[in-house]
């Protein structure tokens, strides 16, 4: 089967990634397990998604060919369904973070600077837009327009917690990593540092290997 052609710069002179199908399940997969474990919204991997239903496509296209009772369409048919599953649990992860952080997401991405990778994909932004609205009109007409006028607003960036970036996870580590530091539990706590080997195992506090996740050096399990 064809390489996939995999666009991830905005900039036209920059080449394109070309990886095998199996290497862009693979990347599904990592985005959508570092998705479900991380507590904030990553970074959106929309092209990856796009391509993921193109070849979907392309595989259901082959299977209408095969011949009725072929064992390996029945195979193929089964792994078409496990991957719209990885997909689907991916997108519906994502869509539950902008419903429980919308406020923190949006506020996140009014103050991206230019160049910065968004973590929302167009359609998101749209829904998270649509979602605080809907949120505000339907607080307004049930409960804020019968309080004092001094009570008739609310400030969700104050009353939506935020992501729990100390929440800890589990990782691998893709790279291997150097004096990555510790944040102690307790001020009598010293500070210290791990090196994080290739394939090692973590249980580690996320807001201090968030960065890793982002840049693919680590992935969470």
Same mark, same amino acid.
């Given at each position: ?13 920059? !080449?394109?990634?070309?990886? /095998? #199908?199996? %290497?862009?399940?693979?990347?599904? @997969?990592?985005?959508?397990?570092? =998705? ?79 160049? !910065?990778?968004?973590?929302? /994909? #167009?359609? %998101?932004?749209?829904?998270?837009? @649509?979602?605080?609205?809907?949120? =505000? ?85």
């Amino acid at each position: 089967m064809a390489g996939v052609d995999l666009g991830l710069s905005e900039n036209s002179d920059e !080449e394109e990634e070309v990886m /095998t #199908p199996a %290497e862009l399940i693979e990347r599904l @997969e990592e985005a959508w397990l570092n =998705e479900k474990f991380a507590p904030d919204l990553l970074e959106n991997k929309s092209e990856i998604v796009e391509c993921v239903m193109e070849q979907l496509n392309h595989m259901e296209d082959n299977l209408r060919r095969a011949k009725a009772g072929d064992f390996k369409a029945t195979i193929h048919r089964m792994e078409i369904e496990r991957i719209r599953y990885v997909l689907s649990s991916y997108l519906r992860s994502r869509l539950q973070k902008i419903e429980k952080y919308f406020p923190h997401i949006l506020e996140k991405e009014k103050s991206r600077l230019e160049g !910065e990778p968004s973590c929302l /994909t #167009p359609e %998101e932004f749209a829904f998270a837009k @649509e979602y605080m609205a809907n949120t =505000e009109t339907y607080l307004k007409n049930v409960a804020l327009k019968h309080m004092p006028p001094n009570l008739q607003t609310v400030d969700f960036l104050k009353s939506v917690p935020k992501p729990n970036l100390d929440s800890f996870v589990f990782l691998r580590a893709k790279e291997r990593q150097e004096n990555i530091l510790v944040e102690p539990e307790t001020d009598e706590q010293r500070d210290y540092t791990v090196d994080l080997e290739v394939d090692s195992q973590h249980l580690i506090r996320y807001r201090t290997i968030a960065p890793l996740v982002a840049s693919g050096a680590v992935r969470l399990i």
